[in-house]
């Protein structure tokens, strides 16, 4: 992508790289900018076909190939009930939005988190931040060796991730994979425009089947989706759905966060077997989560408010505040059709953690990696302080935090039971804590982490 940078590409350092996606942004003539118009439109039935050579594709139930939605259009398509769903469906896919809060959300839809300008950068430094410390946009390794032709990203919001996908696979000499993103909101801009192969679909995720044909696609990201459907029966359903896009022998991979804070207790992080995911550690000053990995309860009294909050507001519509705890176990009761099960949990700390300056156990030598790779030693990664880029990289994940519970803030003023007031002087509390940099003893010294991971599986042959 043009005038886009991603930490896999090289040691560019950090701070040079969130200088150039904002660079990005404010050059970019496809920016997310609020007067752009794939970010404040409103899709007409009839401008989204017009508009299906430039890469958006409003799908028509009954045109599609797949068997399973012809199946579904012939049971009930004369019912006036399903007229009635199909219109309402058409409705929201032509007006998706309405301003609530002072922000811009999803209209009918129970998505908690607006979809204006300020989350959807959000969304976009998260996943920067994640392809930084999982190392790459695809950790499946099956991926990285049967190269896909077709790749899906489900609820694809701005396509940021499909545009970094796009340029990985570029950088290792495969340039003509087609990508289609698919969502309910027309956020994502034409990255056919910028070299990428590329097709939108609007639909709402909630209507079975999806507008695809049986194992259309190599691989299938379904990114960030636990706010959009609870893990459990409605998870399953489109888990299941997921796996009759994918061609046997493709890949499904799933990215989450959780929502909820906790804080990392002191240990000395063991070694990855995995050299490449060690360096990625070591480089980015982040702990990779094991088994045994000790964490307590977020220790920040703010943190712990807003964790209090969070749970209660997403327990009462019945989604999960810690979605990384539960991943792998959905993947690992579908035996019959998925196998080679793998994931990467990483935590990265939101500051200077205190133990980490008496001990410094959070590097590693390079003399350490390279026994374990066979080779001989070097120099060391650095003397135990955490450079720039590092400390860059936990700010930036603690903002991604702040930015999350301002996005919730209507819900969480609903749960704890403030007034615009008291919620304007809890915030303004939280940031002085947070953010003070005259004294280095506050805020995310105490331990809290953001958890991020990566599952993923491969389709096995019907028996």
């Known amino acids: 992508m043009d005038g886009m940078a991603f930490a896999y590409w090289g040691p560019s350092p950090y701070q040079e790289l969130m200088q150039k996606e904002k660079l990005r942004r ?33 799908p028509r139930h009954g045109t599609m190939e797949s068997s399973s939605i012809r199946r579904a259009n012939t049971t009930g398509s004369s019912s006036s009930s399903s007229s009635q769903s199909e219109a309402g469906h058409r409705d929201l896919l032509n007006q998706p939005y309405e301003l609530r809060h002072g922000r811009r959300y999803l209209r009918e839809l129970p998505y908690p988190l607006p979809v204006d300008l300020p989350e959807i950068q959000r969304q976009n430094l998260r996943t920067l931040l994640s392809c930084r410390v999982l190392g790459r946009p695809v950790c499946s390794p099956h991926a990285a060796k049967d190269i896909p032709e077709k790749v899906l990203e489900v ?18 000499g495969h340039t003509d994979i087609h990508f ?11 990255l056919g425009k910028q070299g990428v192969n590329w097709t939108f679909v609007q639909h709402d995720l909630r209507r079975m089947p999806l507008p695809f044909d049986d194992e259309e696609f190599d691989l299938i990201m379904l990114k960030d989706l636990s706010l959009v459907l609870p893990i459990g029966a409605p998870f399953q359903h489109f888990l299941d759905e997921s796996i009759r896009l994918l061609r046997v022998g493709g890949t499904l991979e799933i990215w989450e966060s959780d929502h909820v804070m906790r804080s990392l207790m002191p240990h000395p992080p063991p070694m990855s077997k995995n050299v490449f995911d060690q360096r990625i550690a070591d ?11 000790p964490f307590a309860p977020a220790q920040n009294k703010f943190f712990q408010r807003a964790n209090a909050w969070i749970t209660d507001a997403l327990d009462a519509r019945k989604l999960p505040p ?36 008496d001990s410094h156990k959070h590097t590693r030598s390079n003399s350490e990696l390279d026994a374990l790779s066979g080779n001989k030693g070097k120099a060391k990664l650095g003397d135990g302080a ?9 700010q930036t994940a603690l903002l991604t935090v702040l930015q999350m ?3 919730l803030e209507p819900l969480l003023k609903e749960v704890s039971g403030k007034d615009s007031v008291e919620w304007s002087h809890w915030w303004a509390m939280m940031m002085a804590d947070l953010l003070d940099p005259s004294d280095s003893s506050k805020a995310a010294s105490t331990g809290e982490v953001l958890e991020v991971g990566a599952w993923w599986a491969t389709k096995l042959a019907a028996e």
């Open 155 to 172: 609820g694809c919001g701005s396509a940021y991730w499909s545009a970094a996908c796009h340029d990985y696979y570029a950088s290792l």
């Open 322 to 357: 810690t979605p990384c705890a539960r991943i792998a176990q959905v993947l690992y009761q579908e035996p019959e059709s998925l196998g080679d099960v793998g994931m990467k949990r990483v935590a990265i700390p939101l500051g200077e953690l205190r133990w980490e300056r």
């Open 26 to 58: 404010k050059t970019s003539p496809e920016a997310l900018d609020p007067t752009s118009n794939f970010i404040e439109r409103t899709v007409s039935i009839d401008s989204a076909k017009s508009g299906a050579s430039e890469g958006f594709i409003l």
């Open 180 to 190: 289609t993103g698919l969502d309910v909101a027309p956020l994502a801009p034409n």
């Open 405 to 407: 519970i301002e996005s």
């Open 283 to 293: 480089q980015t000053a982040t702990f990779l989560i094991a088994p045994g990995t």
């Open 386 to 394: 955490l450079t720039q880029d590092q400390l860059a990289l936990r």
